[in-house]
């Protein structure tokens, strides 16, 4: 079924109000004063005397009434430098004004003076002593998972194939640019902005200003796109406003221009990822040895979870008795890099996928037929000993593939084309991949998620959940997945637009969480509330479960029925953190991606002709949304591959325009056909599992080994941009 | 050194059609069409991306063809016709686009859509049965982080269908 969004008309008629679209009286305009050089002591803060600064506001960290820090997995992060900064644009002071072109003017007329250091870029140099701004060695987070005895294996073998892939940044280019509204309610401090987490700002601000939640108010507005890049960043903006709103006793705006925000903002971790193989001469693999390390910025924020996602799909979905990995995320003086999309899987997946095929090569096998011999199959167990048994059958999915992208005969035709055409090559490529839905390990136990159900006088049902929708349509599909569970119209349920002081805490937007875990226990909320209804002939549904609802409401007048559902471990799923040993997910969803492409030899330009994506996302709840979710981030796989180059200077983008940094347009993509097995899955609502992240993790590989299949050659890094690609062709002669 | 006398701004007035209603707007004269609309007539429908003319998110029509609103002088609208998406229902309800809009998902944030929608609204209107490479060219100018746009020319293409179904009604 396909029910129509639930926010569709507002969106298309222009009433959506995103936060740069509400005026608030009185409102002043805050922007920030950012550090001009990678790393450094503060000296001073030179005013300029041509501006009259009276009516200005001004912060610094001496205004922070709390802790100075942006509150995340640890607190090095300050919300404002006080005396050392360690990335270019790092914010220093806050400024608000009346008048926009008067705020512009104070910025332009401020300069930070600061002592520099040497800043550290390079995240694969060993850091020297000078270097060292983290712990003794500079690494944000060290991740082992061991299986079996690889050394030994490696010992004996004969056969040892090795290669190292690197994958570049990436940038959200949400279309909205990030921005927060704070202001003053009596004793409260309302902020309203662009976020995916309004109780990760919450959070964030009870430290910062050192105050009990209770004195704070989070509100999501409508998203212009998340991505990831709105799920911790937005807490410094929102900190900022408040600072900025706090001290001026009125309202602040802080809407970041496209340039700051794709200049200072978190962006997709670059990593370096190599592999060791040991194989047999039928191809199977007897151990793997996979050393990951991905660049984490200057602050910690999130590269810890991003790292752990990231080293438990190392592997790929093949069976392996002997398997180390390892991973590191390090410091560089980088801004910091942050949660994007698939959150460190699509790194370590395309290295995976890439040497997959390089194997391939060097055994002279065909790459589809080296993945069938290594697929994991039922009761087979993932690295960390978790068995997979959610029905999925890899070998068949990847064959359906196969077919569906018609693989063998375009492999024929492909070689005579090659063969004959003067200047273009023409290739196909595969990915097989999955993607663990909800948090790692015991993050949902951690994290404990809460969902309300309310059953109201007037028989419809609402819903109350942390849940932001940045497009996805979260709305649509917990409204949806209520009206299953009860037999109602969907369009009777009414899902509150999060505010903390409204909703429970059902945790974060992110993680392909949303339809899988807060979906189940809205599942759960509404069987309770049938049975709460039921009156001694079984839990009403549809039409009886309204007249029950009405019923209830006379008999009980201004009852609130409301029924509470937090999240439970599932029994027997088992989890540790230190041996990275157990169920690292609830589930999986899986995937066989193929792609064909054109490379031209004269422009190095690569045109991806046509594009399979088939997936097993357990049962697709609404087949629009879900086709819309796999096309879009198919979308932004290409980007990444071919067309998405973050260029550094200092450590931070300088290409910080949608001119030169450039994400795929309607003209660049082809035909992206989705397609989908389903197979109920026991942990998602009415057999549901994720599927936002997923998407991206197919692209890269495939269309980087149809390139390698096009071109006979092995290309190990992205983005291939045709700069890229005519060097690696020419440096082949 | 900026004098208070440099920094004095005086408003402007000029008078054009938005959405088929003729109004004296006043505006400072640095503005852009997008700001005026936006700041100066409270039309927030027009969404803004970059403000330097490369996403293509604040497309309005100006005498029916789509501009880029962030890189027109509101100076420069005296006497046009301006049309946005708040103007795009007809008295009988939604537009055909933004029925199929909603119908094949092709808004997923809807940060882009009302740029979408108007330079498609422009495209149908000479062009009621464009193939899919014409689509392609004709949206090239609009940027969408969301969709892959498949769907967008998918809404496109079934709003055609109604629209030659209807006849030439517009
Ligand atoms: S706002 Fe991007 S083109 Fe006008
Ligand atoms: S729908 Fe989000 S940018 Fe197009």
């Not at chain 1, 940038?171 to 309302?190: D, F, K, N, R, S």
């Not at chain 1, 999915?397 to 005969?409: D, I, P, Q």
């Not at chain 1, 087949?623 to 071919?642: C, N, S």
Request: aromatic share 6%; proline share 5%.
């Amino acid at each position: 079924m396909s029910l129509d969004r639930v926010d569709g008309l507002d969106k298309l008629s222009g009433k959506s109000a995103f936060v740069d679209d509400l005026t608030v009286p009185g409102c002043l305009f805050g922007g920030t004063i950012r550090s001009p050089v990678a790393r450094g002591r503060i000296r001073k803060i030179h005013f300029s005397t041509a501006v009259d600064w009276s009516d200005f506001v001004i912060v610094d960290h001496r205004d922070i009434p709390g802790s100075n820090e942006v509150a995340l997995i640890e607190s090095d992060q300050p919300a404002l430098a006080s005396t050392n900064v360690r990335h270019l644009h790092e914010p220093v002071l806050l400024l608000a004004h009346s008048k926009l072109h008067r705020l512009r003017e104070g910025l332009r007329s401020i300069r930070v003076e600061i002592e520099a250091a040497p800043p550290l870029f390079d995240v694969e140099a060993q850091p020297t002593k000078e270097m060292l701004q983290h712990g003794s060695d500079n690494v944000f987070k060290r991740i082992d998972i061991r299986k079996g005895d690889p050394a030994s294996v490696f010992a004996k073998a004969s056969r040892v194939i090795e290669g190292t892939y690197r994958t570049g940044s990436q940038e959200h280019v949400y279309l909205e640019t990030q921005g927060m509204i704070a202001h003053q309610e009596g004793e409260t401090l309302v902020v309203r902005g662009s976020m995916q987490c309004p109780y990760y700002i919450l959070d964030a601000l009870t430290i910062a200003f050192d105050r009990p939640k209770e004195r704070f108010r989070v509100i999501q507005c409508p998203l212009g796109g998340g991505f990831g890049g709105k799920e911790e960043y937005p807490s410094v903006v929102a900190i900022h406003a408040a600072l900025l709103a706090e001290k001026a006793g009125r309202p602040v705006k802080i809407i970041y221009d496209r340039q700051e925000d794709m200049a200072v903002t978190t962006k997709r971790h670059p990593s370096r990822v190599r592999h060791r193989t040991a194989v047999d001469d039928d191809g199977i693999i007897l151990a793997m040895e996979i050393d990951i390390l991905f660049d984490g910025g200057a602050y910690v924020t999130l590269s810890p979870v991003v790292l752990s996602r990231g080293t438990l799909h190392a592997t790929g979905p093949y069976r392996c008795d002997h398997v180390h990995v390892h991973g590191e995320a390090k410091l560089t003086n980088s801004p910091p890099y942050g949660a994007f999309r698939g959150f460190g899987a699509p790194q370590t997946l395309f290295a995976i996928e890439r040497h997959m095929d390089v194997i391939a090569r060097d055994l002279g096998l065909d790459p589809g037929e080296l993945r069938r011999r290594n697929l994991l199959c039922q009761g087979d167990t993932l690295a960390t000993g978790q068995k997979v048994q959610d029905g999925v059958d890899l070998t068949a999915l990847l064959a359906r593939g196969e077919e569906l992208a018609g693989v063998s005969l375009a492999t024929q035709e492909y070689a005579a084309f090659n063969r004959s055409h003067p200047y273009l090559r023409r290739g196909v490529g595969r990915a097989t991949f999955y993607h663990g839905a909800g948090f790692t390990g015991s993050g949902e136990t951690h994290l404990a998620s809460e969902v309300w159900v309310e059953g109201l006088a007037d028989g419809r049902v609402r819903l109350l959940t942390a849940q932001t929708d940045m497009g996805q349509g979260t709305m649509t599909i917990l409204a949806q997945i209520a009206g299953e569970t009860l037999s109602v119209d969907p369009r009777s349920i009414e899902v509150v637009t999060p505010d903390t002081s409204l909703v429970p805490n059902s945790g974060p937007t992110v993680a392909s969480r949303t339809a899988m875990v807060v979906g189940k226990l809205i599942e759960d909320g509404c069987r309770e509330l049938q049975r709460i209804l039921d009156s001694g002939s079984g839990p009403p549904s549809g039409k009886d479960f309204q007249n029950a609802l009405e019923l209830h409401h006379r008999e009980n007048p201004g009852d609130l029925l409301r029924v509470s559902r937090s999240y439970q471990t599932p029994p027997g799923q088992n989890w540790d953190e230190v041996s990275y040993q157990g169920d690292a997910y609830a589930c999986y969803s899986w995937a066989a991606h193929l792609a064909h492409v054109e490379v031209d030899l004269r422009t190095f330009q690569v045109r991806v002709t046509d594009y399979v994506a088939l997936q097993e996302v357990g049962r697709v709840l609404n087949e629009v949304l879900a086709r819309g979710q796999i096309q879009g981030g198919v979308a932004q796989g290409l980007g990444w591959t071919l067309l998405e180059e973050v260029i550094l200077e200092n450590g931070a983008m300088k290409n910080h325009q949608m001119m030169n940094y450039i994400i795929p347009g309607s003209g660049d993509l082809s035909p992206i056909r989705v397609f989908f097995e389903e197979i109920p899955s026991p942990s998602g609502p009415g057999g549901a599992k994720g599927i936002g992240e997923l998407p991206l993790d197919g692209p890269a590989p495939a269309i980087i080994n149809a390139v390698c299949h096009a071109l006979s050659a092995s290309i190990r890094e992205i983005p291939l941009t045709p700069e890229v690609l005519m060097e690696f062709l020419g440096g082949k002669e | 050194m900026t004098t208070p006398q440099a920094t004095v701004r005086r408003k402007v007035q000029r008078t054009f059609t938005v959405n088929g209603d003729v109004e004296e707007v006043s505006f400072l004269p640095h503005k852009t069409l997008l700001e005026v609309l936006r700041e100066d007539m409270h039309l927030t429908g027009t969404k803004h991306g970059c403000e330097l003319g490369e996403c293509g998110t604040c497309t309005v029509l100006m005498n029916g063809e789509p501009v880029l609103s962030c890189l027109v002088l509101g100076l420069a609208c005296e006497g046009a016709d301006i049309e946005t998406v708040e103007g795009m229902a007809g008295p009988d309800g939604p537009h055909p686009l933004q029925k199929t809009f909603a119908s094949i998902g092709a808004a997923q944030c809807g940060y882009c859509t009302p740029g979408f929608l108007l330079t498609a609204k422009a495209l149908v209107e000479w062009n009621s049965n464009p193939d899919r490479e014409t689509l392609k060219e004709e949206l090239s100018g609009v940027l969408c982080r969301c969709t892959g746009y498949l769907q967008i020319f998918q809404a496109v293409e079934e709003a055609c269908v109604e629209i030659r179904g209807e006849g030439e009604t517009k």
